[in-house]
C-alpha cells in the first residue's frame, strides 16, 4: 500500500542521526534522500524477484506435484508462460489500467488512465533542463521509482491469475486458458487493483463504506483469484472419472518444495508492499512468517488428531493458508495476532478443503477456492478484528481493529469489501468464461483429457527416464 | 525347461539374488509389479480425500531352468523371500517350450 509522510520522515530522522553530512541544511536533506532511495532500490528490487520466484519455482512445483504425472508439464507451463504473457500486458497497458491517475485529484474511482500507457512517465527519459536523464518518482516522500513499483506490482499480476490455474487444472485447454485469463488480467485485475491500492471505490478512509485495509492483496489477489477459482472449476465440471479413478497428486516432494518457495518469496510479498524499507518492514516479515508457521502446525495437527496421522500436504498447505490469511493484515497487525490468524487459517482452509468441497462436490482440483478465497476472506475480516494503529497509524490517530476498541467501523469496512470483491470477480469470470467457451471452447476434448494435457496440448512428457 | 515366477517383497530382493547365483543360477530379470493377494492395500489421505490404494508394489524374479533343478531352485527362493507375514508374496511355474540365445542362436537348455 501507499505509505504517507510519516514513513519518509522517520527514516529521515532514523538515518540523519548516522550519515555524515554537509553542513548545509539543504545538502543534508538531499543526502539523507539520496541515501533513503538507494535502500529503497535494493529493498524493493529484491522483493520484486521474490515474488516472480512464487510463480515459478514456487507455485509450478506447488500445484506441479498435485497433479497427476500425465499434466505436470500444462500446469508448469501456465506458471511459465503466465510470467511472460502477464508482463508483456503489464508493460503495454495493465499498469496503467491498475495504477494510472489520482482519484484524489479527480480521476475516476474505477479504473485507471492513460498516465502509464506503454511505460510513459516510466521509463527514464532525458531532461533537457537539466541536460541528464532522470528516473520518474512514483512517491517522492517514499523515495520509490515508478519503475521499481511497477515492477513489483507487475509481479502480483503474474501470481494472482497462475493462481487461478489450480482450479481448472488438468482439464482446461491451454489456448482457453490464454484468452481467459488476458481478459481476466485486464477486467478484474486491473480495476481491483486501482479500487483497493490507487485510490479508487474500496481504497481505506476514501472507499465505499470505509473501504479496506488490504495491506497486500487479501481482496485484489486472494479472494478475487480464489472466488475466480470457485466459479471456474463449477463451469469447466468435474475432471473425467472424478472419484473413481486416481487423482493423487503424483508428486508430493515437488509440492513440499514448492510450498516452502512459497513461503520465502512471501516475504517479498508482503513485508515489500511496505514499499520502502522502513521501520514497519521487519514487523511485515514477522507477522507473515508467524502465521505461516502458526497455519503449517495447526493444519498438519488438525490431521493428526482427526486421521491419526499428520501428513506433508496438510503442513505444506496449512503454511500456504496461514500466508494467505496474513497478506491482508501483515502491516496492521502484530506477531501475537499473526499466530491466531495463522491457526484460524489452518483450521478454517482445512475444513473448506476437505469437508466443504466434498458436500458441495464440485472438483476445485487444487484447493485455489479453498485456500485462497476462504484464507483471503477469513484474512480480510481477521484484519478488522487485529488491526492495530500501533503498527500503523493509518487513520490519524484512531483505534482500528475490533479487539483494541476501534468499533466495527474498520470491520464493516471489510466486510463490504470482500462482499463487493467476491461479487465482482465471480460475475466477471462467468461472463468472460461464457465468452471464451463461445469463442474457443473452455473444456479439453475427452481424449486429451485421458491422454494428459502434456502430450495433446504441448506435445512433450514430463518425465523420460531413458 | 521351467519358468518360474516369483513375487516377492522389494527387501527380499538382494537376498533372493544371492541366494539363487549361489545356486548356479546363469540369469533372471526382474520387474516392478503391483498387484494384491491376501495382504491388503493402505489408504492415502490428500486434503481429506481419500484413496484406497489396493495394489501392493512388488518385485517379480522371473528365472528359467532345466527341470531337475526346479525343485532347488524353488526351495531357494522359498527360504531367501519369506518372513512368514501375510504379503511375502508367490511363485508361479510354467512349462517352457524353448529357449534361445540371440548372439549364437543356440536353443533348448544350451542357451540357459
Request: hydrophobic share 45%; with cysteine; aromatic share 10%.
Amino acid at each position: 500500500m501507499r505509505r504517507y509522510l510519516r514513513t519518509a520522515v522517520a527514516t529521515m530522522l532514523a538515518l540523519g542521526t548516522v550519515l555524515v553530512v554537509s553542513s548545509n541544511a539543504f545538502g543534508q536533506e538531499e543526502a539523507i534522500k539520496a541515501n533513503t532511495l538507494a535502500a529503497n532500490n535494493g529493498w524493493m528490487l529484491i522483493c520484486s524477484a521474490l515474488v516472480l520466484f512464487m510463480t515459478a519455482p514456487g507455485l509450478a512445483m506447488f500445484y506441479g506435484g498435485l497433479v497427476r504425472r500425465k499434466n505436470v508439464l500444462s500446469v508448469m507451463m501456465q506458471c511459465v508462460f503466465l510470467m511472460g504473457l502477464m508482463t508483456v500486458i503489464w508493460a503495454l497497458y495493465g499498469y496503467s489500467l491498475a495504477f494510472g491517475g489520482d482519484p484524489s485529484d479527480g480521476d475516476s474511482k474505477w479504473i485507471g488512465n492513460g498516465e502509464f500507457l506503454l511505460m510513459h512517465n516510466v521509463s527514464r527519459y532525458w531532461d533537457e533542463e537539466a541536460g541528464a536523464p532522470v528516473t520518474p518518482m512514483f512517491d517522492d516522500d517514499l523515495q520509490l521509482t515508478t519503475l521499481s513499483h511497477m515492477l513489483f506490482q507487475g509481479m502480483f499480476f503474474i501470481i494472482t491469475p497462475a493462481l487461478i490455474c489450480g482450479a481448472f487444472a488438468e482439464r482446461m485447454k491451454f489456448s482457453a486458458m490464454t484468452l481467459f485469463l488476458i481478459l481476466w488480467g485486464t477486467l478484474v485485475y486491473c480495476p481491483l487493483c486501482h479500487w483497493v491500492w490507487d485510490g479508487g471505490i474500496l481504497a481505506f478512509g476514501t472507499g465505499f463504506k470505509g473501504g479496506a485495509l488490504d495491506f497486500a492483496g487479501g481482496t485484489v489477489v486472494h479472494i478475487s483469484s480464489g472466488v475466480s477459482a470457485l466459479v471456474c472449476a463449477l463451469i469447466l465440471g468435474k475432471r473425467l472419472g472424478h472419484g473413481t479413478v486416481d487423482l493423487r497428486p503424483h508428486n508430493m516432494t515437488y509440492t513440499a518444495l514448492g510450498a516452502a518457495m512459497l513461503w520465502v518469496g512471501w516475504f517479498g510479498f508482503n513485508a515489500g508492499s511496505e514499499l520502502a524499507s522502513d521501520d514497519l518492514t521487519p514487523s511485515v516479515f514477522a507477522v507473515t512468517h508467524f502465521s505461516a508457521a502458526a497455519g503449517a502446525v495447526t493444519w498438519a495437527v488438525v490431521e493428526w488428531l482427526s486421521r491419526g496421522k499428520p501428513s506433508v500436504l496438510g503442513a505444506a498447505s496449512g503454511a500456504v493458508a496461514g500466508l494467505v490469511c496474513i497478506t491482508p493484515a501483515a502491516g496492521f497487525v502484530n506477531p501475537m495476532s499473526a499466530l491466531l490468524m495463522g491457526f484460524s487459517a489452518g483450521i478454517v482452509c482445512y475444513i473448506a478443503c476437505s469437508s466443504i468441497k466434498a458436500t458441495f462436490g464440485y472438483d476445485d482440483s487444487l484447493d485455489a477456492f479453498g485456500v485462497h478465497g476462504i484464507g483471503g476472506t477469513l484474512g480480510a475480516v481477521l484484519t478488522g478484528v487485529f488491526a492495530t494503529r500501533a503498527c500503523w497509524d493509518i487513520d490519524n490517530g484512531n483505534k482500528l481493529g475490533l479487539l483494541e476498541g476501534g468499533g466495527t467501523r474498520v470491520l464493516i469496512g471489510q466486510i463490504v469489501a470482500c462482499l463487493v470483491t467476491w461479487v465482482f470477480a465471480a460475475v466477471a469470470t462467468l461472463i468472460l468464461l461464457k465468452i471464451v467457451d463461445v469463442l474457443v471452447g473452455l473444456r479439453a476434448t475427452q481424449d486429451s483429457e485421458v491422454q494428459g494435457l502434456d502430450i495433446t496440448d504441448h506435445g512433450e512428457e514430463g518425465y523420460i527416464f531413458n | 525347461m521351467k519358468k518360474i515366477e516369483a513375487i516377492i517383497r522389494h527387501f527380499k530382493l538382494e537376498d533372493v539374488k544371492k541366494a539363487l547365483s549361489e545356486n548356479n543360477t546363469h540369469g533372471m530379470t526382474i520387474t516392478e509389479v503391483r498387484g494384491f493377494g491376501r495382504q491388503k492395500g493402505h489408504t492415502e489421505v490428500y486434503r481429506g480425500t481419500e484413496y484406497a490404494i489396493d495394489f501392493v508394489p512388488k518385485v517379480k524374479i522371473e528365472v528359467v531352468c532345466a527341470d531337475e533343478q526346479l525343485q532347488g531352485l524353488l526351495d531357494t527362493i522359498m527360504q531367501s523371500a519369506q518372513t512368514g507375514q501375510i504379503g511375502d508374496g508367490k511363485i508361479f511355474v510354467t512349462d517352457l517350450s524353448n529357449t534361445i540365445r540371440i548372439r549364437t542362436g543356440e536353443t533348448g537348455e544350451d542357451a540357459l
